[in-house]
Every structure is written in structure tokens, then in C-alpha cells.
């Protein structure tokens, strides 16, 4: 049906594109005609405008009535069909879903076993009634394209403004698509929030701890909280240990990524030839199509076991998950980010700058520091953080190599968890969102969130305080 | 003045005095390749201390390119190759002892576009004694650096915000900071390339003016594309065209009477 529909949509949008431009067309030849040269002929807008307005006037309500209608028609024939079941399968939500299920198995010859009559009934039912509401909405979507079709047709005139009106509804599309992407960001952090006061603060939950335990305790262990006849159990929520943990292996990664990464920057940027460059830079940049999850099991069984035996070596105790063997590879895979953003804005520094402190006499390494970093610093902050904010948000790496305990330690030898690793633990395997274990998984999802948010706003502060403006 | 007296008015004649005869810079048969092409040819000329030689000439015809090997800022660009003989002060440029960095600190330059570096007023002029460690303190770098913006006219409008950044001034203060910023290595040549085709005429008018200001204690070479410009600011005036020095002279003489046909199709307009 849906085909039929944007079959029907296509031909009216090409009938009513060529039809009115042709018609536009002709009326711009009448006045382009040798001894007709006169301005209350020539069209205001040229004739592909008022095809386009009027292929988009047929687009948009056919559009409108498909997204309004259908849902309509589903919910009406669902109803209908319902009404023809007995009254207690119909009043549970459980027992319906599962009848309606088995309706739209027997309309598609999916149905298991033998279908009772009073099934068979309420889905034939439920089919005639879906077919009949399509064909209406088929019926309005044609006859407003129609109607749109004619008014177009019928407005082609030399001073029509076809171009503005459909630069107005360009426009408004644009709008649209930029208000969904923010829409969409409201939507997300209201959901999380939502879940994470329902988490605080719902009477109903078992275990729940206070706002103050939970950012502030030193305990983390979500798996004494599972069952609902654990009630009495000392649940323990204390997000401490993970802030630690996620900020420690970032810390690493940092220290790893860092200097490696723009430094590497710079030698590429400045010193290397363009030769070199032209292929270096391109597999650095492979590093970070690297699947996360491949790093990870490299981190556990290849660097893991590596720090290990040197741990050994020294008489240290090293454990075999450690945060040092996850924070290198964070490292690793977090380089690119550092170098590949770095390297573009030190290109970006106009060549007027070197030039100007080459000819005063600096050296090659005096321009770089004194004055081509400083003017590219801005970029280089914001090539940092949008590491860091890789590198807190990264999960595989962590579960993988830096494993499951809750350890509230600054040592890199330990093992440690990090918030991402919680979520990622809390949530596999469960489908159900009522008790306090799982709802934790918001709450952190929310503070990890805010950290963010807040690396985010300190490094906009940064680049608007040190930014050094070239021109 | 005096050594414009004291020389002859033709290349030709020019190319007869050894270098390090009372000319500041000397060049005698230099050529500069980029790869395969041939952008300046055999160029010979001298040019006087204390007194300002202005290069004219329609674009790409190697103006530029010779003013950057007085420095040596072509050895930035990996394709450039250049050959024969530069001397200041009768010391070869391109000699391999020579330090180009202690020859930059000799040889001033001020670019097209006016290029500050994105610092406050003060470290932009104080970028190059800092470098070179002219200064022993605080207060004698605050010297160096008043003493610059004096020069460069520029000390009256910026005194009592130093601390601002050099890209908010308008482009013509820009261009003054620049030229302050050379001088604060205290060179003694002053390369300038097209310094005022990015600014308005009044600006313009306030360089031309610091320009004839400088002329006292700094041999300059400035590049232009205005004639009226050349005839203004220079005492003497070198003509290039497709990579040869066509002809040099006194000022007044190349535009008045010029020996070369070339020369006078370019100053009457007739090509270029």
C-alpha cells in the first residue's frame, strides 16, 4: 500500500514539476518573442522556481497525511479487530499485545497451529478495516496533491514569485532537520534525568540510595541490590571508586596521547617532508579506524601480560588486569585524534607568520614554540578534549583489559572500573527497568553527562581566554 | 644623500665598482631557479647605505624574489636555488660560515600583508631582542621596545594599550608595528615588499612618511607596484622585467629620461 503511495507520490511531484515549468516556460518564450520585449510578460522567476514550488506544494501535504494518516488507520483497525475478542484478553495490555501479535501472524501465514474462528474473525477484520483506511488515505493524499497540482498550474504568471515562496519552504525544511538534532539532544538528557530522579527518589524502589551516598560514597557493589527479597541488604552505590577509575585510565591515556600526538603533529606539520607526510599521516589516521573492541582484547592479552612480566621482573605485583595496560592503549587509540586535529591547525597558521618570524631571525624551533603554537593553541585545546571526552566515553578497551572490580585506588597497577564499564555491566542481559540496579545505570549515564559537559564548557573558557587571533 | 652624489646612475656603470665599495649591499650575477624555472637572471646592482632603493616592476617579473635572497628567506621555500654573489658590508650572504639568523638580525623585512603575530603590541616588538638576548633586563627591553615604537610612529597611538593584541590595530598601525618590530633588532637594511598595497591612501601616506624618517640611519629596499609610490619615497630606482634587472638609476632620471625603451613603456603605462 505504502508502495502504491509513494508510486502515486512520485508521478503527481514529476507531473506537476514538468507541467508548470513547461507552462512558466512558454510564457517566458512569449516574452523573450523578437518585437514582444515587454516587461509585463518577462516572469518575475524563472520557470524551473515554479516547477520546483509546485513539485514541493504536491510533496508536502501527500507527505503530512501519509505521516497523520497511517498511524490513524492502525490504531482504528486494531480496535475493531480487538472489539470481536473476548473481553478478557482484551482488558490486560500483556494479553492484548499478544493478540494482536497473533492477528498479524495469521494475516501473514505465520501463525502457529490452528487458528480459532473467532481469530480468524477478528483478523479479517482487522485486514479489511487497515485496506479500507488506506485507501482513504490514499483518496485525501491524491486529492490534495490534485488540488495543489491545479493551484500551481493554475498560478503560473509573470509575477508570481515562485523563487521566494520556494526559497521560504527550503527554509523551513532546514529549520526543521536543525530543530530534530536539538529536539532530539532535549529529548535524550530530559529521558536520562527522568530515569535518574526516578532513581533517587521513587518510593517504590528497593535499595534506592540518597544523592549523597551516591556521589560521594566509597563503595560500589550494584549486585546486592538485585532481587526484590533482598530489600534489607546494605546496598551500596558509592560512585567514588568509578569517578577514580574513569579519571585515572583517562589520566594515562592523556599522558600516553599527549605528547605523542602533538608532538608527532608537529614534525609532520613542520619538519617532515611532503613526501613522508603524505603517506605518515594517512596510516596515523588508520589507528583511529581501528575497531575499539580489537584494541581491547590487544590490551588484555597482548599488553596486559607484557606490563605483567615486567611488573615480575622488577618484584612487582602486578595484577593481570591492570588500569596502566587500558589507559597505553587508550593512549594508542586516542593519538590520531590529538595529532591528525593538531597537524591541520598548524597548517592553518597563515605561512605570514613563519615568514614574519623567520625574517626577524628566529630559528625554526623558536617559531614553532613562541609563536606558531600559541596561534594554533585554541585548536590544539579543542583536538585535547575532544580526546578526553573520547577517552571517558570509551567502554571496550576498559572492560576488556581494566576489568570489572570497583577499586577506589590512584595505583595504575590495580585493576579499576570506570563508569562506561558499570553501564555497560549493569545493563547487558536485563530488559527490565524497575529495580535500583538498573535505573543506576541512568544516574551514571547523567553524571558522565555532566563531566563532560563541564570538560566541554572549562575548554571553551580556555580558547576564549588564550585565544590568539590571526588574520 | 652623499652616495647617491658620489655614483654613477646606470647598472652598467654600477657593475664596474667592487663590491664593498661604499655600497651597503651588492649583488653580481645572481640567479634564482624555482625547479625548472629561471625567475631572475643575472642580476648585478648596488645600493647605498642610508638611503632608500625602490624595485618597480610589473608582477612576477623577480622583484620580489631578489629582495627575499638579501636575506635569504628563500632557503624556506625546498625548490629554490640561487646562485652568485650577495655582500653586506662586502660579507658574502650565502657564504657557508655565515649564520642566517645572526644575517636576519642584520637585514630587517616587512611583508606585503601585515603580519603580527596574534601576541600583545609589546611582545610583538620585543619578539626579536627577546631572541637575539639584546636586552640584560626588564627595563632595557622596555627601552628597546619605546624606543622602536617611536621610531615607527606608532608609539603616540598605542602607549596605553601595549598589553592589547597586535591583530586590533587597523591595518596601517599593523604595518607601522611591523616595521617597529624590525627595527627593534636594530638591522641595517630594511627589506620592504609592496608594504603599502594592502592599506588605504591615508596610511599609505603615513608609511611613506616613516619611510623618509628611517632613511637616516637604515639603508632600505623597498619592492612597489605604484610608481608614484617609487618616485615619492626613493633616491634610487632599479626596473625589472622577466627576470632582468632592465635598469637602475637615480630616481628622477629613471623617470624622466630613462635609457631603456622597456622602462619607458612601463612608466608610460604601455605594458606591464
Redesign the interface.
Known amino acids: 500500500m505504502s508502495g502504491l503511495y509513494f508510486g502515486t507520490l512520485a508521478v503527481l511531484m514529476l507531473a506537476a514539476f514538468f507541467a508548470v515549468r513547461s507552462r512558466a516556460q512558454a510564457l517566458a518564450n512569449v516574452a523573450a518573442a523578437p518585437g514582444m520585449r515587454d516587461v509585463r510578460y518577462s516572469l518575475h522567476s524563472l520557470p524551473i522556481y515554479h516547477g520546483l514550488l509546485a513539485a514541493t506544494l504536491v510533496l508536502l501535504p501527500m507527505l503530512i497525511v501519509f505521516a497523520v494518516g497511517s498511524p490513524i488507520v492502525i490504531k482504528m483497525a486494531e480496535t475493531q479487530a480487538l472489539a470481536r475478542l473476548p473481553a478478557e484478553v482484551v482488558s490486560d495490555e500483556l494479553s492484548r499485545g499478544a493478540a494482536l501479535r497473533d492477528l498479524y501472524n495469521i494475516l501473514t501465514g505465520k501463525f502457529q497451529g490452528e487458528a480459532s474462528a473467532q481469530l480468524k474473525g477478528a483478523a479479517e477484520a482487522l485486514r479489511s478495516a487497515t485496506s479500507y483506511g488506506n485507501w482513504i488515505v490514499f483518496a485525501i493524499g491524491v486529492a490534495l496533491a490534485a488540488a495543489a497540482l491545479f493551484f500551481s498550474i493554475g498560478h503560473v504568471s509573470s509575477d508570481f514569485r515562485a523563487r521566494n515562496s520556494f526559497e521560504r519552504i527550503v527554509k523551513m525544511v532546514l529549520f526543521a532537520c536543525a530543530t530534530v538534532a536539538v529536539l532530539t539532544t532535549i529529548g535524550i538528557v530530559f529521558s536520562v534525568l527522568y530515569e535518574t530522579l526516578r532513581f533517587f527518589f521513587d518510593p517504590a524502589l528497593k535499595g534506592r540510595p540518597t544523592v549523597t551516598d551516591f556521589l560521594f560514597g566509597t563503595e560500589w557493589n550494584p549486585q546486592a541490590a538485585l532481587r526484590a527479597d533482598q530489600g534489607d541488604i546494605k546496598t551500596a552505590f558509592g560512585f567514588i571508586p568509578l569517578l577514580t577509575g574513569t579519571l585515572l585510565i583517562t589520566l594515562i591515556a592523556i599522558c600516553v596521547a599527549g605528547p605523542l600526538g602533538l608532538l608527532s603533529a608537529i614534525y609532520l606539520a613542520e619538519y617532515a617532508t611532503p613526501s613522508f607526510r603524505a603517506w605518515a599521516k594517512p596510516v596515523l589516521e588508520i589507528l583511529a579506524g581501528i575497531p575499539t573492541v580489537v584494541l581491547g582484547f590487544f590490551a588484555a592479552l597482548t599488553v596486559a601480560p607484557l606490563i605483567r612480566g615486567w611488573g615480575e621482573s622488577f618484584g612487582l605485583d602486578i595484577a593481570s588486569e591492570s588500569a596502566l595496560a587500558a589507559g597505553l592503549v587508550m593512549g594508542m587509540m586516542i593519538i590520531p585524534f590529538i595529532s591528525s586535529l593538531s597537524d591541520d591547525v598548524i597548517n592553518a597558521v ?1 605561512q ?12 625554526k624551533s ?1 617559531t614553532i614554540k ?2 606558531i603554537l ?2 594554533a593553541l585554541p585548536g590544539i585545546v579543542s583536538a585535547f578534549m575532544l580526546a578526553i571526552s573520547r577517552a571517558i566515553g570509551e567502554t571496550m578497551i576498559v572492560v576488556m583489559a581494566a576489568g570489572l572490580a570497583a577499586n577506589l585506588t590512584f595505583n595504575p597497577l590495580d585493576a579499576v572500573t570506570t563508569i562506561t564499564v558499570q553501564i555497560k555491566t549493569i545493563l547487558v542481559g536485563d530488559q527490565e527497568f524497575d529495580s535500583a540496579k538498573t535505573l543506576a545505570a541512568f544516574a551514571l549515564g547523567f553524571v558522565l553527562f555532566f563531566f563532560t559537559l563541564i570538560l566541554n564548557v572549562i575548554a571553551l573558557i580556555i580558547v576564549r581566554r588564550y585565544r ?4 | 644623500m652623499d652616495a647617491i652624489v658620489a655614483n654613477p646612475s646606470s647598472a652598467t656603470a654600477a657593475a664596474h665598482v667592487m663590491p664593498g665599495s661604499g655600497f651597503k649591499v651588492s649583488a653580481r650575477d645572481c640567479n634564482v631557479y624555482y625547479g625548472e624555472k629561471h625567475a631572475l637572471k643575472s642580476v648585478s646592482v648596488d645600493i647605498p647605505d642610508r638611503s632608500v632603493m625602490a624595485f618597480i616592476g610589473p608582477s612576477g617579473c623577480g622583484k620580489s624574489t631578489f629582495l627575499r635572497c638579501i636575506n635569504r628567506m628563500n632557503d624556506t621555500i625546498p625548490i629554490c636555488r640561487v646562485t652568485g654573489k650577495i655582500t653586506i658590508d662586502g660579507q658574502d650572504v650565502y657564504d657557508q660560515s655565515l649564520d642566517v639568523v645572526q644575517l636576519r638580525a642584520r637585514v630587517g623585512m616587512v611583508f606585503q600583508k601585515p603580519n603580527p603575530f596574534p601576541k600583545s603590541i609589546y611582545d610583538n616588538v620585543a619578539y626579536g631582542p627577546r631572541i637575539h638576548g639584546f636586552a640584560q633586563s626588564r627595563a632595557e627591553l622596555d627601552q628597546i621596545v619605546m624606543t622602536s615604537l617611536e621610531k615607527a610612529g606608532l608609539l603616540k597611538e598605542v602607549k596605553d594599550r601595549l598589553t592589547d593584541s597586535g591583530t586590533s590595530l587597523s591595518g596601517g598601525q599593523q604595518q607601522r608595528l611591523c616595521i617597529a618590530r624590525a627595527i627593534a633588532v636594530s638591522p641595517e637594511v630594511i627589506l620592504m615588499d609592496e608594504p603599502c598595497s594592502a592599506l588605504d591612501p591615508i596610511a599609505t601616506a603615513r608609511i611613506e612618511e616613516l619611510i623618509d624618517e628611517l632613511r637616516s640611519n637604515y639603508s632600505i629596499i623597498i619592492v612597489t607596484h605604484s610608481m608614484q609610490q617609487a618616485a615619492r619615497v626613493s633616491q634610487r630606482t632599479a626596473f625589472f622585467h622577466l627576470g632582468t634587472l632592465v635598469e637602475e638609476g637615480e630616481t628622477g632620471h629613471i623617470f624622466t629620461n630613462p635609457n631603456d625603451k622597456r622602462t619607458q613603456d612601463y612608466i608610460t603605462g604601455r605594458i606591464g
Open positions: 597563515p605570514s607568520m613563519r615568514d614574519g618570524a623567520y625574517a626577524l631571525g628566529a630559528t623558536e613562541q609563536v600559541p596561534a590568539e587571533q590571526y588574520d
